[in-house]
C-alpha cells in the first residue's frame, strides 16, 4: 500500500490529507474509495481514523483521509468547526477523489467517526455521488445529543449560558467567544487519552452553535437505496445510543444498525474485533471492493 500526502482546496482553504492505493493495480485498473473522517476537533491520524483505513485498504479501498479545516494541518481558523462548511469540504474531497486515476468516480463511500459520521450522513444526504455510508457513533440531532451529554440540569443550564455568551459576544464585539473543548462535548476521563496530541482544545461558542443546529437525521431518507451501516456502542458515554437509534428511525432501506455492548465511543481504536468483522461482512454484502454486491435483508442487531 502506496501513501503520498495530498492536499486539495474547499471554497478558498487548502485542507491536507493522505491518499492510498492498493499495491499492484495495474494501469487503468480503478477501485472504489472511501474518504474517510475524523471526530471533533481531531486529525486524521487518530486511531479512529487509522484503524478503518487499514480494514479498508486490507480489502482492496483506495483511501482519502484528511484533516478537516481548522484542524491539524489543515487551513482555516483555529477551532472554527461549523458545520454546513465541513458538509461543503467532504462534498470537494468528493470532486479531488473522483480525479484521481484509480478511483471508480461512481463508487465512492463516506466512512466517519462522531463528529465525522454526522457529516459523512448529511453529505450523503444531499449529494447523490456518495455511494456508501459508515457511522461510527455518529449524532442525528445536534440539540438532542448536547441535551443526553449534558446530563443535570444545572449542566444543561451552563451549556446553554454557553450558548447565550457567545451569541452576546459576537454581537458586542463581532468576534467569536473561544470555549473549552469538554464545555461543548464532555468526556469522561478515562476516554481522554483518545484525544490525541495535536487535536483541537479551545474552540469557538459559533461551533457549539453550529453543531446545535446540525440535524442529520433530516437528510437520512434521502440516502436510500445507497446502503448505510449505523453501528454505536449501547454504553456511548460521549454520544448517546438514542442518536443512532433516531438515525435508524428516519432512515430507509437498505440501511443497517448494530449495537454493541463491549465496546465505547472511540470503536475502531479500540481494536475490537467484533467492530472489526461486522464492518468487514457489512462491505462485502453491500459495498465490495471487488465484484459486485449480493443483496440481503437488513435490520436492527
Not at 463528529?115 to 444531499?126: K, S
Not at 481494536?271 to 471492493?289: G, K, Q, S, T
Request: hydrophobic content about 40%; aromatic content about 8%.
Amino acid at each position: 500500500m502506496s501513501e503520498t500526502a495530498v492536499a486539495f482546496e474547499s471554497n478558498g482553504i487548502e485542507l491536507a490529507g493522505a491518499l492510498r492505493v492498493p499495491d499492484g493495480l495495474k494501469p487503468g485498473e480503478t477501485r472504489p474509495a472511501f474518504i474517510v473522517m475524523h471526530g471533533f476537533g481531531s486529525t486524521s491520524s487518530a486511531g479512529n481514523v487509522l484503524q478503518p483505513c487499514a480494514i479498508l485498504e486490507k480489502l482492496g479501498y483506495v483511501t482519502l483521509r484528511y484533516d478537516q479545516r481548522g484542524c491539524g494541518r489543515s487551513g482555516g481558523p483555529r477551532g472554527h468547526l461549523i458545520m454546513q462548511e465541513q458538509v461543503a469540504d467532504a462534498r470537494h474531497a468528493l470532486d479531488w477523489l473522483a480525479q484521481q486515476p484509480h478511483v471508480h468516480a461512481g463508487k465512492i463511500g463516506m466512512l466517519g467517526s462522531s463528529f465525522g459520521a454526522a457529516v459523512a450522513i448529511y453529505t450523503a444526504g444531499i449529494d447523490p455521488r456518495v455511494a456508501a455510508v459508515v457511522s461510527a457513533s455518529g449524532f442525528g440531532h445536534g440539540a438532542r445529543k448536547f441535551r443526553g451529554q449534558h446530563k443535570s440540569d444545572a449542566e444543561w443550564a451552563a451549556f446553554q449560558q454557553m450558548l447565550d455568551d457567545g451569541r452576546r459576544h459576537r454581537e458586542e464585539t463581532g468576534e467569536s467567544l473561544m470555549v473549552d473543548r469538554y464545555a461543548i462535548v464532555p468526556i469522561p476521563g478515562g476516554l481522554r487519552t483518545h484525544v490525541l496530541e495535536g487535536s483541537i482544545h479551545s474552540f469557538t461558542a459559533d461551533t457549539a452553535q453550529s453543531i446545535f443546529d446540525f440535524n442529520p437525521e433530516d437528510v437520512i431518507g434521502n440516502i436510500a437505496p445507497r446502503p448505510v451501516l449505523l453501528m454505536h456502542s449501547t454504553s456511548d458515554s460521549v454520544t448517546p445510543v438514542e442518536q443512532a437509534l433516531g438515525l435508524f428511525g428516519k432512515s430507509k432501506s437498505p440501511t443497517d444498525l448494530f449495537l454493541f455492548a463491549e465496546t465505547d465511543h472511540f470503536m475502531f481504536a479500540e481494536h475490537n474485533l467484533r467492530v472489526r468483522r461486522v464492518l468487514e461482512d457489512w462491505l462485502e454484502a453491500w459495498f465490495p471492493a471487488l465484484g459486485e454486491p449480493a443483496p440481503r435483508k437488513t435490520g436492527a442487531h
